[in-house]
Nanobody
C-alpha cells in the first residue's frame, strides 16, 4: 500500500513564504512523476506544479516565478517552495504521485490527504 504524507501548510500573510513537503512510502517499483494540485472552496482541483523523475518540471501560469517544485528521488519526496504568496493561493494543496508497480501494467495515481494553505492578513 502506498501512502503520501504531506506537511508544511499553514497560515501566512500576503507576500510570505511556505514550503510544502510530501513523502511517499510503501511498496512500489518506481515513481514517474510527483506534483502538487490545489482546490479552493467552490472551485475544481487544479494543477500547481509537477516534476518528473528525470527533472522536467511544469507549472501553472498563475504560480510561475513564485513557486518552485523540487524532488529528492533518494527520499521519494517532493517539495513545493511557495514565495510571494497571494490570497488567491489559498486552497487545500494535494500531493500527487504517478507510480509503477511490479507485475502491474501501466501507472497508478495516488493522492495525499491534503494540507491547508491560507494566505491572509
Amino acid at each position: 500500500q502506498v501512502q503520501l504524507e504531506e506537511s508544511g501548510g499553514g497560515l501566512v500573510q500576503p507576500g510570505g513564504s511556505l514550503r510544502l513537503s510530501c513523502a511517499a512510502s510503501g511498496v512500489f517499483f518506481s515513481i514517474n512523476a510527483m506534483g502538487w494540485y490545489r482546490q479552493a472552496p467552490g472551485k475544481e482541483r487544479e494543477l500547481v506544479a509537477t516534476a518528473t523523475s528525470d527533472g522536467n518540471t511544469n507549472y501553472a501560469d498563475s504560480v510561475k516565478g513564485r513557486f518552485t517544485i523540487s524532488r529528492d528521488n533518494a527520499k521519494n519526496t517532493v517539495y513545493l517552495e511557495m514565495n510571494s504568496l497571494k490570497p488567491e493561493d489559498t486552497a487545500v494543496y494535494y500531493c500527487n504521485a504517478i507510480m509503477a508497480h511490479q507485475y502491474i501494467t501501466g501507472f497508478l495515481t495516488y493522492w495525499g490527504q491534503g494540507t491547508q494553505v491560507t494566505v491572509s492578513s
